[in-house]
């Protein structure tokens, strides 16, 4: 040490230049003035400071714990096998607990670090979110100044985030989830608001030769992820308990005010009791199927998963820092702790059917993230101009219903897709697809993109690493086209075919293994049931935490809301299968209904067929048959919808084919109806009591029969069970399947 300062205290000599002094006070200046914008910065808020300390020592002590080092050396001795293992970890302990240490004993030391690591930290990885915006650049700067209370946040135990992501999965898991049909725990539950709940959580299978890992392998310490938990109920709304980040804390009650306004509740509630229950399913990370969505509760479902959206960017934002920072400390310490990324950059997709529902989905998110004047929008303006307008002109004399009136609102281009950047004051849109955090986009814009085998402009790679898919009014998806929706979730988490810039590095083991598809959190929200989307939840989706499902039948059926004193007949067929039914309808219909229907005091009978692969089979058999009628479908124009219209009100076409989605999307309403027959129950339920009670004298003919010669028929079979009792409700569904005979008859009034 004496030779050392003798030779700091020596002057320079030979080939050595003196400092210039003026250059020397510049420096000077510079340094100073940049240590006071540090000191500022740091001690602006004396409490953070302090809090932050604390929590610096409770986790050298909570570590200091969880990782004791030997002293002695006669336990070294004794355990050979801690001796080894020792040998591994005493190193890197002793560096983090160091760091730690000089963490809380020096706080300007640790900024003069951090900025000058800020720089290398943008060239080495594009998950800094940097960009040549300088606000970008400063909310980055900002962020990885505090990154040691980000630390604090992300390493607690009990986040749902980290237990969710950051773990591999056991062997016995992956087989047990592998399996056609898994293994899994049902629970069922009873809550206020959400009602009846089915709970499935998966479990491992237990193999009786399990042999025992010897002592000395060092996979031994090797961390799992934890089995899925049954969600539990939140009474009081504390955000460190439900880990929603300390950034979004003072926007989440402006956001939701206007949710809380309407159901009477005050500021100081926080969230809806339908939010709470919601939320409490998303923040465990598990799958949701929620068949009630209606428009009154569609703002607190909308809120609630842009919440958990925003909630779990940030995190993922945040962990990318601060491993980013400790990299450039030490280049050379690439451990799998600093494993935080996947495949591709996009982590959330958001599915909903038109650009109103889009343009909806993005205002929430602006209100949680960067409310008015705390942060900012980029390419707002193009936004408001691309997601607005356009809308549809509702009718004044003959109002359409109230429902349609909802539903069509705004701008209803189905064709859209809509990348989104986020960072810590600004929310980019427009951003390219492997730049972005968040996709919005409706099931035909991704299918253009993801495309048909065989062509060479198709481009799936941005879904291979989609940590939480939220499809929102799913229902509408089927009436859209929903073979668009079954192609685009098969390309989920598959190989990408190029790199996209992805440091290999940094991306998760399980992610490499092809796992990504046993992590995705799918949140599914529909306004009716149906088995389809069962279908998906079953197929699609394949959560190691589980899925909850959300099944409280139906008391009251659409029935009870006919006008019409008209007899209605429900007739049963049987079916081996799904599959097999569709043929047993068929030749149900073309044996039993069909001749009855043909006789000339049962014109002006309209068919209402939900499947249009049923309807072009129906049309082909009148045209073969050579039977009078006339077809409204969603393909058909306008010109020819008043055509067969005209010729159905004046008796000129004995029968109507009548498809379901030209009645979703169009509403029509058909005058001169006397009979109908549903060839399948709707979709909707309260399409049956539409169709019902445009049978009034007010739409009739007075030439085209007699009031007392009305009727309605419904075919089903036990795989209809769901739709039959969204018409009847779920008691007489229930009777009505289990009775012996095969026709049941309803009047109104009954």
Known sequence: MSRGKKFMNKKRKGSFKGVNKKKKHNINKEHDSKNKKALFNRYKDKQKVEEE??????????????????????????????????????????????????????????????????????????ESDTDTHSSDEEDSSEEIVTEPQADNELDTSNDPFTKHLQYDLEDQLIVALSNTPSTVKNTHKRWPTLGNLVISIPQPLVTSSKLQKPKFSLLEEKIYAPLATVPHTINNVDFKQLHLKSQIHGNIVSANKTNLVKKDLEL?????????????????????????????NADEIRFTYCLHVVNHMLKTRTKILHHNAKIAKNSKDLSEDYQDQGLVRPKVLIMVPFKNAAYRVVKTLIDIVVPKGSGQVVNKNRFEDDFTGGEILMPTKNPKPEDYELLFTGNTDDTFRLGLTLTKKTLKLYTDFYSSDILIASPLGLRMIVGAEGEEDRDYDFLASVEVLVMDQADVFYMQNWDHLLHVLDHFHLQPKKTHGTDFSRVRSWAV?????????????????????????????????????????????????????????????????????????????????????????????LLYVPSYFDFVRLRNYFKKEDISFVQICEYSKDAKIARARDMFFHTEAH???YSERVHFFRRLRIKGIRHIIFYQLPTYPHFYSEMCNLMQESNQNKYGGSDCNMSVSALYCRYDAPRLAGVLGAARACSAAAAERALHMFVTGD
């Not at 019409?564 to 049963?572: E, I, N, T």
Request: aromatic letters at 10%; proline letters at 5%.
């Open 513 to 605: 293994n092809g796992w990504a598809k046993y992590y995705r959190q799918t949140l599914v929200f529909s306004s009716v049931s149906l088995p389809e989307l069962k279908s998906v939840m079953n197929r699609k989706c394949q959560n190691y935490a589980g899925k909850v499902l959300v099944e409280n039948p139906p008391e009251v059926g659409s029935i009870q809301q006919v006008l019409v004193q008209v007899p209605q007949l429900f007739h049963r067929f049987n079916a081996t299968n799904p599959l097999s039914s569709v043929d047993a309808r068929f030749d149900y219909f073309v044996k039993e209904i069909l001749p009855k229907q043909r006789d000339t005091l049962m014109s002006h009978t």
């Open 268 to 296: 100081t509630d926080i969230f809806t009791p339908l939010q709470k229950e919601l939320l409490s399913i998303m923040n465990n990370y598990q799958d949701l199927y929620y068949p009630e969505r209606t428009f009154s």
């Open 53 to 126: 300390l604390a929590k610096k020592r409770q986790m050298e002590q909570r570590f200091q714990k969880q990782q004791p080092v030997s002293e002695s050396e006669e336990e070294v001795e004794e355990d050979s096998y801690g001796q080894l293992v020792s040998c591994f970890k005493q190193n890197g302990n002793n560096k983090m607990i160091a760091e730690s240490e000089g963490d809380t004993s020096g706080v300007e030391s640790d900024d003069d670090e951090m900025n000058d690591t800020t720089q290398q930290m943008d060239t080495e990885r594009n």
């Open 655 to 657: 029968f109507l084919l």
